[in-house]
T-cell receptor, first 113, second 118 residues
């Protein structure tokens, strides 16, 4: 079975600082990878997805993630944090059948003014 | 177009009672997923439907949990004899899958149903 590990359940950054949220997965075959964001009292929204095209994926709101097969990682970054980025972020992986998705436990991002 | 909708948004029930949670996926989405999100936890996969068929029910926590989908659209998650540990937010998501095998794996999530068992 797949597993997804998000290092750091809580991350705090200053406004304007780099955001780095870590995600590692276990998979014997190249998976499909996703980052979702959940704002307070809202549903999950897709930030970006990797589906075996370019390894550097750009998403909404200035976020991007890089697929590194050798490190089995898919870390999420944003050059400059904004107050509105404060939310819960989830990394997810799916095998190419798309029949089941595995989510990490989430990382809560706090942006300090 | 409408997104995924779930009802009720909140449900408080007494221990031992049965509850039904409803999910209306996006029109045309053939794949439907149920997840459970407990406080401070990630998303726990429960069950997946392709059309009306659920190929994998291994994620359901116990035999008190069941789900069905009719007409390839609306799905109902039923929890019988609810227990306090069932308290969580239950999320539904749908995605587009074509019969030709072309997949769009993006899942669209509903707002969830917050279940509280007292």
């Amino acid at each position: 079975a797949q597993s997804v590990t998000q290092l750091g359940s809580h991350v705090s950054v200053s406004e304007g600082a780099l955001v780095l949220l870590r995600c590692n997965y276990s998979s014997s075959v190249p998976p499909y990878l996703f980052w979702y964001v959940q704002y307070p009292n809202q549903g999950l929204q897709l930030l970006l997805k990797y589906t075996s095209a370019a390894t550097l994926v750009k998403g909404i709101n200035g976020f991007e993630a890089e697929f590194k097969k050798s490190e089995t990682s898919f870390h999420l970054t944003k050059p400059s944090a904004h107050m509105s980025d404060a939310a819960e972020y989830f990394c997810a992986v799916s095998e190419n059948t798309g029949n089941q998705f595995y989510f990490g436990t989430g990382t809560s991002l706090t942006v300090i003014p | 177009g409408a997104g995924v909708s779930q009802s009720p948004s909140n449900k408080v029930t007494e221990k031992g009672k049965d509850v039904e949670l409803r999910c209306d996926p996006i029109s045309g989405h053939t794949a439907l997923y149920w997840y459970r999100q407990s406080l401070g936890q990630g998303l726990e996969f429960l069950i997946y439907f392709q059309g009306n068929s659920a190929p994998d029910k291994s994620g359901l926590p116990s035999d008190r949990f069941s789900a069905e989908r009719t007409g390839g659209s609306v799905s109902t998650l039923t929890i019988q004899r609810t227990q306090q540990e069932d308290s969580a937010v239950y999320l539904c998501a749908s995605s587009l899958k074509t019969l030709a095998g072309g997949y769009s794996y993006e899942q669209y999530f509903g707002p969830g149903t917050r279940l509280t068992v007292t």
